[in-house]
């Protein structure tokens, strides 16, 4: 690293050939699971008009060089505009003098990565060994790359997709189907539950898109879209009956999206929750039977910034 580098797109994604970005999440999920970083609460600012959120997440490694300051943005209107609907930076600083070290200019792909990278890494220890048929509730960024990682880890190119708008469901199918993918679109996401036993959700509803009524015995559900307080895909009863929740920080979970609604007034029912990198480290056992029901559900954490922060420039953080 220059003594300011200052990376943008195009540079970004040459960098990132070669890297293992769901072997770096294990890793991240595992050091912040052992307590050797540290992670503050995210920062949030919420917009109305037009809908979107910026999120602000910051930490470093107790061991590292460097501490790090990412942010990212959603704008939910944006692709009816041909513009993604994420975009962001990183910053990165020495943390001996709090000087600027580098400037990530990624305009969101490094969040897309590192988010779908964590949905793999749920699937490797949670989901069913044998996937007939991925569900995905969703149609943007995070349903696409969720899937694309998941190959990674759990081999199965069949996808049920269901969609509020059957517009971009259509774009959707169109650009799976482009990418070697089997696409077909379900009237329900009650019939994606009862068809699939690997489940993504990947919206910012602000209301449940699953019961647990429409859950199969020996399903998993990586719930990636409620990573705020206002948002919520899965119905409470879906955290409070399945065999086996985690998420990626009880601390921050507990504030926001499906444990914030599930256990909001009861803290102490945080403990019943696993944490993904003790899991991945051994400390807490995944998937047990082939019946049951387990559920992933991410906010996010800065420890994945400052990981793949660390990858692209090839240092450590």
């Not at 305009?107 to 949905?119: E, M, P, Q, S």
């Not at 009861?266 to 019946?291: L, N, T």
């Amino acid at each position: 690293m220059t003594p300011t580098s200052f990376l943008n797109l195009q540079q970004i994604e040459q960098r990132l050939e070669g890297i293992d970005v769901v072997r770096l999440m294990e890793e991240a999920f595992a050091a912040f699971s052992r307590g050797e970083a540290v992670v503050p609460v995210p920062g949030e600012l919420l917009i109305q008009d037009p809908p979107g959120e910026v999120h602000i997440k910051y930490g470093y490694f107790k061991s590292g060089e460097t501490y790090v300051v990412k942010i990212a943005s959603g704008f939910w209107n944006n692709p009816a505009k041909g513009l993604s609907s994420s975009d962001g930076l990183l910053l990165v600083f020495r943390k001996e003098t709090g000087e600027l070290a580098a400037v990530l200019n990624d305009r969101g792909r490094l969040t897309d990565l590192r988010t779908a990278a964590a949905g793999a890494v749920a699937a490797k220890h949670l989901a069913p060994e044998h996937v007939k048929s991925v569900g995905v509730i969703g149609t943007g960024i995070q349903a696409e790359l969720q899937v694309e990682l998941l190959q990674k880890v759990r081999s199965c190119r069949n996808i049920l997709v269901w969609g509020r708008n059957p517009e971009r469901v259509a774009i959707y199918a169109a650009r799976m189907e482009g990418k070697g993918f089997s696409v077909e679109v379900a009237p329900s996401p009650s019939e994606v539950a009862s068809r699939c036993r690997l489940l993504v959700t990947a919206t910012a509803s602000p209301s449940p898109v699953l019961r647990w009524s429409d859950i199969r015995p020996g399903t998993h559900i990586t719930a990636i879209g409620a990573d705020s307080a206002d948002k919520q895909e899965l119905e409470e009863a879906i955290i409070h009956l399945s065999d086996l929740v985690v998420t990626d920080s009880r601390f921050q979970a507990i504030s926001r999206g499906e444990l914030g609604h599930a256990f909001g007034n009861d803290p102490a029912r945080m403990k019943e929750v696993a944490e993904i990198g003790e899991i991945v480290s051994g400390r807490v056992q995944g998937r047990r039977s082939p019946s049951q029901v387990t559920v992933a559900t991410f906010s996010g954490l800065a420890v994945q910034d400052i990981a793949i922060a660390s990858a692209v420039l090839g240092r450590d953080a």
